[in-house]
Structure formats: structure tokens, C-alpha cells
């Protein structure tokens, strides 16, 4: 395919100067007042009248409330139609208070992406090593298996409806790996469907990820606009992966979701990352409680447990067991996430730079669509450990809330809880995830 679209059209750099036109610029007011403010500009630098400047100050005045405006009604638009939409919600107002900040332009160098890889790497390593040995019992703090009563052998193939469902439900953002543009990729899609269908079941029926999409590219992104660009630790990877392996992992994706919910195998009390949970239902519940233990006269003892880059240190070989052993999974199923998981790359990219490939050797694909579920999965025995010391939780990802009601003067149940966090955290060395004691 490479090859045809090579003859066919083949890739040309040009250079295109300007930004992208911000969408509320295209509205049929807004390019009125810019046209009539434009022929007032150059009927008075042709003049240099007075009262032509006088017009064209006018004209540029009601240009720019005008522009004012449609911004406003476009960022008003987009809250309104996504009210119940919070993924989307968050996203415009990040985008509205927090604008993109560059890096540093001495950063821009292919030394500076390979020392941000290394960096990124090193970091990790560090948490990983920095984890204590636990001194408890291991067949204790593992958690003995869930016993599965239903498994998951294999997946099913996707057929054209459902390809068109998954492509309408991605994003159109494209990463430096597509051959393609994704919006120019999404048009074209009936053309190459039956390509893709074939690429798609393919890898779901052999079991087997393509080694082709396991490389991620990361973009450095500094943490918030006030810090110093020079340094390396203010600044948080961002991955990309290409477009093709997102329709994968959707089509898997949907077919796993569907078997954790028949099955009863999400914990109850996690809201990170599931349909028709979010963070509000993980601090409704917590809130509610805590009101109704205060209108009781009862108090409460919350204690929030952050854990260090979790998603970056889940141990490979743990995250299989549990896929197996606490979601059910075997065959090519089990086999296809064992070639989804290893064998990863990244590389480091700024601007026209890049850095040499660096292995992947733990964690959960950061910018996928699985990564988030496989952590929950991975997370699952946690609830266990609480549950046995009766203790209060609600979870989002990889932040656990856990909390106790006491009578006043009543240290019972401090003690049960101080119990509860040093077990977690025995479970939590044995799983190389580290609690942000900061």
C-alpha cells in the first residue's frame, strides 16, 4: 500500500507560513467585519485622510468585538452541547487557562531528546529500585487468585459496521508514525476497509500485536507555564501512538470491557476509567458518607493514598498473572496482550528532533486506549486487602481513598486502619508500585 500511494502521491515537503485559523475566524460575521475593516484600512493608507483613519479605527474596533464574540459563543457552544461530557468539558477549559507552552529552545537538539529519554528512563528505574522489600508474608500480600468462573479464549472478528463505529469514536489527532494524516486516513476508510479488516482480525485471531505499533513517540510537555524550560524534571512525557494500533486496541478494547462487566470482574468501588463512572462518582460516595457519619455525631478519618508514575511501573510479568488469573483471560487472548505488552519502544520527539529508541521494560502503554484498563486489572487485589480489614474505599485509577467512622474517644478503628495502610503497602512493594510519601 506504501508503495502505490509512493507512485501514486508522493510525499512533497512545503513549507506553510501562518497559523491555523482558530475555527470561531470562520464564522460568516466575523469575516464581513474583517473584509470591511481591510478595504477601510486601504482606502486610508491610500488617502491618509483623517476621516478615513477615523473609519478605520471604527472598523477594526467592531472587527475585533465581533471576534470577541464568536469566541465566546464557540467556547459557550462546545460547554453547552457537552455538558454530560466530562472528558470533553476538561479538555476546553484546560485549553482555555492553560495554553501550549514550548520547550526550551536550547532543548531543541537531538542531544537534548536523547538526554530527555534517558531522563524519562532513569526515573523509573529509580522508583522501581527505590521500593523496599516487603517483610510480610508474599502468598499473603499477592492475594491467593480469584477463582474465574468464566473465561475469555478468544476474540471475535470485527466486521464493517463495527470498524465504522470504532473509527467514528477515535479522535482525529495523527501521530509523526502515520503514513497517513488520521483525517485524511478516516475519509479515505471504505477504500482500505477491506485492508483493514483484514490487519484487524488478523491480530485479534492469531493472538499476535504487530511489532510495528509497538513504538510510542513522546513530546515533552512542561508541567505548568511558570516553571524553568532548562530543567528536565519539570517538564512530563506526553505519548503518541499511531493511529492503526488505537483501532486495534479499540475493537479489543470493547470486547474485553464487555466480558470484565458479564463477568462482575471491575471492582465495585473504582471509578477511574470505566463507562458511567468518573471522578464525581468516586467523590459522591465518599462525600455522602462522611455527611451521613457527621449528622450522626460519628467522625471520620479519610486518609488519600497517591502512589509515584504507577502506570510507568507495573511489572509485566505480575500484569499477565492477574489478566489470567483475576480477569478470566487464556489462549490467544492471554497470548495477544503477552505480544501487546513487551517488546515496546519510544523515542523522544522535539520539534524537527529526535533521540535513538529506548526499550520499554515495565508499565502499561502510556497514550493507549488499553493502558487504563489493564491497570485497573492489575489494581483489583487491592480492594481484597481493604475489604479483609473492613475499611471504607472508593478508588479512581491510581488514586485510593480510604476512610473510617469512629465515636469519639473510640481508637479502635485508628488502629484497624493504620493495620489496612501498612498491608497496602506490602501489597504495593510486591507489585512494584510505589506510594508517593511526598
Known sequence: MLNVMDTIAPIKVKVISGRKKSPWRNSTLVKNEKRECRKAERRWRKTNLQVHYDIYKEKLHNYNLQLRNARRSYFSDIITKNSHNARVLFSTVDRLTNPPVSVAAELHSTMACNDFAKFFTEKIQKIRQAIGTSTADPGY??????????????????????????????????????????????????????????????????????????????????????????????????????????????????????????????????????????????????????????????????????????????????????????????????????????????????????????????????????????????????AQIINNNKINYHSYADDTQIYITMSPGDRGPVQALGKCIEEINDWLCHNFLQLNKN
Open 141 to 382: 500480600v499477592l492475594c491467593p487468585p480469584k477463582n474465574c468462573l468464566n473465561t475469555m479464549k478468544q476474540f471475535q472478528p470485527i466486521n464493517s459496521k463495527d470498524l465504522e463505529d470504532i473509527l467514528g469514536q477515535l479522535n482525529s489527532s495523527s501521530c509523526c508514525l502515520d503514513v497517513l494524516p488520521t483525517s485524511f486516513f478516516k475519509k479515505v476508510s471504505k477504500t482500505l476497509e477491506s485492508d483493514l479488516l483484514q490487519i484487524v482480525n488478523f491480530s485479534l485471531l492469531s493472538g499476535v500485536f504487530p511489532e510495528s505499533l509497538k513504538t510510542a513517540v513522546i513530546k515533552p510537555i512542561l508541567k505548568k507555564d511558570n516553571l524553568d524550560k532548562t530543567q528536565m524534571n519539570n517538564y512530563r512525557p506526553i505519548s503518541n501512538l499511531p493511529f492503526l494500533s488505537k483501532i486495534i486496541e479499540k475493537a479489543v478494547s470493547q470486547q474485553l470491557s464487555y466480558f470484565l462487566k458479564q463477568n462482575n470482574c471491575y471492582d465495585a468501588f473504582q471509578s477511574g476509567f470505566r463507562q458511567n463512572h468518573s471522578t464525581e462518582t468516586a467523590l459522591t460516595k465518599v462525600f455522602n458518607d462522611i455527611c451521613l457519619n457527621t449528622d450522626s455525631g460519628k467522625m471520620s478519618v479519610l486518609v488519600l493514598l497517591d502512589l509515584s508514575a504507577a502506570f510507568d511501573t507495573v511489572d509485566h510479568n505480575i500484569l499477565l498473572k492477574r489478566l489470567e488469573n483475576w480477569a478470566g483471560l487464556s489462549g490467544t487472548v492471554l497470548n495477544w496482550f503477552k505480544t501487546y505488552v513487551e517488546n515496546r519502544k519510544y523515542f523522544v520527539s522535539i520539534g524537527n528532533f529526535t533521540s535513538e529508541q529506548t526499550s520499554i521494560t515495565c508499565g502499561v502503554p502510556q497514550g493507549s486506549i488499553l493502558g487504563p484498563l489493564l491497570f485497573n486489572i492489575y489494581m483489583l487485589p487491592l
